[in-house]
């Protein structure tokens, strides 16, 4: 078992940034892929992005590619998310994820508490 938290949401303005932090422990996290999934109001959980063990691979749902950029520092066992180009439709609740293994095909087994983020028009 992984513990998760995140950190850095927030309010924001259409148009503006913002940077989610996960920090984790309870497992060596340089071993293990990690993500980012959101929930929008009334809608389940989606993937938004994923990264590989040591970074070298990364993923992005269509709908945030081009403007996220998922990163991992694993010194600090810590993933970022970095948001630009904010959008309204970008509000939801964002979740840090743990994989089971150290490819992002592995799938994820540990969750956050989750991060809110409201994009103001």
């Known amino acids: 078992q992984v513990h998760l938290v995140e950190s850095g949401g927030g309010l924001v303005q259409t148009g503006g940034s913002l940077r989610l932090s996960c920090a984790a422990s309870g497992r060596t996290f340089s071993n293990y892929a990690m993500g980012w999934f959101r929930r929008e109001p009334g809608k389940e959980r989606a993937f938004v992005s994923a990264?590989?063990?040591?970074?070298?691979?990364?993923s992005y749902a269509d709908s945030v590619k081009g403007r996220f950029t998922i990163s991992r520092d694993n010194a600090k066992n810590t993933v970022y998310l970095q948001m630009n180009s904010l959008k309204s439709e970008d509000t939801a609740v964002y979740y840090c994820a743990a994989g089971r293994g150290p490819r992002m095909a592995d799938g994820f087994d540990s969750w956050g508490q989750g991060a809110q983020v409201t994009v103001s028009s």
């Open positions: 990264i590989n063990w040591n970074g070298g691979s990364t």
